[in-house]
């Protein structure tokens, strides 16, 4: 590990540490949030407040955190949130992130907006790799997409349904971020300002979509991020686009953006087989329920029939333990891990990775937790 990584301590020391090292449009297209941003500070405080009630008096000395995330066999309730765009923070981030998730044994989930493309990832990385599909308008390049996720051996389908049109976020609007990156007078301002930055953009090239570049077209490169996604999405995606999805995927096929007990409900009855809890880390919705609040009501109305993973707002090992005891499965993680590559690459990116495992396995010492089965709702106070 690079000397000063052992320094940064936790996953918001790598949040400062990125500001510090980023250009702040950059920064803060991965840092924020919709509008007020209210989903994305409350994503955090519905995790602050639940409380643990520890047990004592049981062998805690080897806490075995293995657990089976849908049918993929990982060294910790814990996986990697697909994110898009991640090359603006690090050159080649995405296989960075791939790597070091593949280096702790838990798997890594590469966007539909990824600058690799599904076949490079499974190409470069050696461990569980999930694909997070986006549905476009056009049919034919959506069954492409399966298709090659499909070709190319990854394991789980994450169809992400909370991106029926581009949240409102308005620090992007404020800093005029654009994909493909421009040399506008402010770029070339932050360049100079930061060029650690900017040398390791120059080096790596400029960003492309590698999945979808024969789709979306040119001109919308003139909007923000996420609006040139949104203008090409199917916000007319619907129960009876689930179930051709369903048909075209037969292998383990999970939706992410659930937060009604209903959805949650109907899901299951419709044959996925799991969810995944998340407001897209406050980044869609502003006004959306936590995930954290939401996951109680769909384990209830879900009577634990299929595993539930949530994301948003996870920061330390604890909020993973506390994912658990609510009824999560498993927990993913987005931009702490993001910041970890932005601050170093693949070795921040497992530096954060193994934070968040050492802080989950103290914890399960702590609370009396000898294994992850044994972190159920009797843990909740
Ligand atoms: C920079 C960035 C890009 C993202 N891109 C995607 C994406 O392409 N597909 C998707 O389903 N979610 C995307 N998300 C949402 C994440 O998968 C995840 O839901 C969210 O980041 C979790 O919250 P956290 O960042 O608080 O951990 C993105 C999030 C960030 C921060």
Avoid at 58 to 82: F, H, K, S, Y
Avoid at 151 to 161: F, I, N, P, R, S
Avoid at 315 to 336: C, E, F, I, Q
Wanted: glycine share 10%; aromatic share 6%.
């Amino acid at each position: 590990m690079p000397a000063q990584l052992d320094k940064l301590l936790n996953a918001e020391d790598f949040r400062q540490a990125a500001r510090r090292r980023l250009p702040k449009s950059i920064f803060e297209f991965i840092d924020g949030g919709a509008e007020d941003e209210i989903t994305l500070r409350e994503n955090r405080t519905a995790f602050e407040r639940r409380r643990i009630a520890p047990r004592i008096l049981t062998d805690v000395t080897e806490p075995d955190l293995q657990t089976d995330i849908l049918g993929t066999p990982a060294a910790a309730p814990l996986l990697i949130a697909p994110m898009g765009s991640c090359m603006l923070a690090w050159p080649e981030a995405d296989i960075a992130i791939a790597r070091a998730a593949a280096a702790h044994g838990i798997p890594y989930t590469l966007s539909t907006m990824s600058t690799t493309s599904i076949e490079r990832m499974a190409r470069a990385v050696d461990g569980p790799l999930w694909f997070q599909l986006y549905l476009f308008r056009q049919r034919e390049f959506n069954a492409a997409l399966i298709e090659r996720a499909q070709k190319a051996g990854y394991q789980a389908m994450v169809l992400t349904v909370d991106l029926q049109a581009g949240g409102k976020r308005e620090r992007d609007l404020r800093n005029g971020v654009v994909l493909p990156l421009r040399l506008s007078l402010r770029q070339i301002v932050e360049g100079v300002t930061h060029p650690r930055w900017a040398l390791s953009m120059l080096h790596g090239g400029l960003p492309q979509f590698e999945n979808v570049s024969g789709y979306l077209s040119a001109e919308s490169a003139g909007l923000t991020i996420a609006a040139r996604a949104a203008q090409n999405l199917d916000a007319g995606f619907d129960w009876g686009g689930l179930a051709r999805i369903r048909e075209l995927w037969p292998g383990k096929l999970i939706v992410k953006g659930v937060l009604h007990p209903a959805d949650a409900a109907r899901l299951v009855a419709e044959g996925v087989d799991g969810l995944w809890v998340s407001n897209h880390g406050g980044r869609q919705l502003d006004g959306a329920i936590a995930s954290a609040d939401a996951l109680p009501g769909i384990v209830e109305a879900t009577r634990g029939d299929v595993p539930i993973v949530i994301d948003s707002g996870v920061r330390r090992g604890m909020d993973v333990l506390k994912a658990r005891a609510m009824g999560a499965t498993a927990a993913a993680v987005g931009r702490a891990v993001l910041f970890g590559a932005a601050v170093a690459g693949e070795a921040g990116a497992a530096r954060v990775v193994g934070i968040l495992i050492d802080e989950l396995q103290r914890a399960m010492r702590l609370a009396g937790v000898p294994r992850v089965s044994k972190a159920d709702g009797s843990l909740l106070g």
